[in-house]
């Protein structure tokens, strides 16, 4: 049986999944797709969690471009694999433009500023700077996408953003803070939220692998310049530092920036976003089970408020049953 994604299918780009009139709003998941598209939020989460551990252990070694290089090779290495075996081609033209400007803007500036940032101040202080990177997504979302603010929505962020902020402030101080790292956290956290809400109407056109795939390449073809650097770097790096930068650009990569725009396809930003908050919570618990630095009780209460906070964003208002009048029966 022919693979319905293959080169023949590619000819024919698919109709986006918008309605005329609006830029990349795609249908909801409803059904069996719903509890799919929670789950790879949830498994990006997780690995985009583990990622902060890997980040300071190969930061010791590689420096932020060369560390951003190579994560981005090694992911685009078994993202073009894949894409390969499942035969899928090039997006469509209309895809283009979203997929150019987040892979500059996400895959390749985020990772250098976060990384440059992260060697200049605490995990603490960058933790709570980028955290407002959803914020910005939602109100960029609601200008430039058209989607909604719901009450909940916003209150489910306020919670989870009060919750990053008590593990960041319970974090901070075990490391040198500068100007110059909490401003590179900041502009990490725009470049974020720009290269996600670039990337959402893209994937009304494209299948998921394929945005992930080629923003990977875009984004490595950024950092080209930091190549030599790189190979200075991995020459002295220690085996772990390598490791953990491969081990950044297989499954923080590859497989999290796939789960996420399966999951962003079939949901709004400002929800992917608001997601996001629980990412505190789990790099707590993992430093606690990996680490064993068992987590005071302030950082545990922050944690427990991201969590909060992201089940209020993600709830759904429930729905109220119609009220039926009765009809007065006709009588012979």
């Not at 598209?37 to 902060?52: D, K, N, R």
């Not at 101080?173 to 893209?202: E, I």
Request: with cysteine; charged share 10%.
């Amino acid at each position: 049986m022919a693979n319905p994604s293959g080169p023949r299918a590619q000819a024919r780009p698919a109709a986006p999944t918008t309605a005329p009139g609006t830029t990349g709003t795609s249908t909801p998941a409803t059904g069996r797709a719903r509890p799919l598209a929670l789950a790879a939020a949830g498994v990006t989460v997780v690995l985009w969690a583990s990622a902060f551990v890997s980040i300071r252990s190969a930061g010791e070694a590689y420096a932020p471009g060369a560390l951003a290089l190579g994560r981005l090779l090694t992911g685009s290495l078994v993202l073009v694999a894949i894409l390969l075996i499942r035969r899928e081609g090039l997006p469509p033209r209309a895809a283009w433009p979203g997929i150019v400007v987040s892979g500059l803007l996400w895959f390749g500036g985020y990772s250098v500023v976060l990384n440059w940032g992260e060697q200049l101040v605490d995990a603490g202080t960058a933790s709570l700077v980028v955290n407002i990177a959803p914020l910005l997504m939602a109100l960029l979302a609601f200008r430039l996408l058209g989607e909604s603010l719901a009450p909940r929505l916003l209150t489910g962020m306020a919670v989870s953003f009060a919750g990053a902020v008590v593990v960041g402030l319970s974090m901070a101080g075990g490391g040198s803070t500068s100007v110059l790292g909490v401003v590179l956290c900041l502009v990490a956290a725009v470049a974020y939220a720009g290269g996600v809400v670039a990337q959402k109407p893209t994937l009304a056109y494209a299948s998921p692998l394929q945005v992930t795939t080629y923003g990977a390449l875009i984004g490595a073809a950024g950092c080209l310049p930091f190549g030599w650097q790189l190979v200075q770097d991995a020459a002295h790096a220690p085996l772990s530092a390598t490791l953990n930068m491969v081990y950044l650009g297989v499954f923080p990569t590859a497989l999290a920036f796939t789960t996420w725009a399966y999951a962003l396809a079939r949901t709004t930003a400002s929800r992917m976003g608001a997601t996001t908050y629980a990412v505190p919570a789990i790099v707590v618990l993992m430093a606690w089970l990996l680490l064993d630095e068992i987590p005071g009780a302030l950082t545990l209460a922050g944690g427990v408020l991201c969590l909060a906070g992201v089940a209020v964003a993600r709830s759904r208002p429930r729905s109220r049953p119609r009220r039926v009048k009765d009809r007065p029966s006709r009588t012979a």
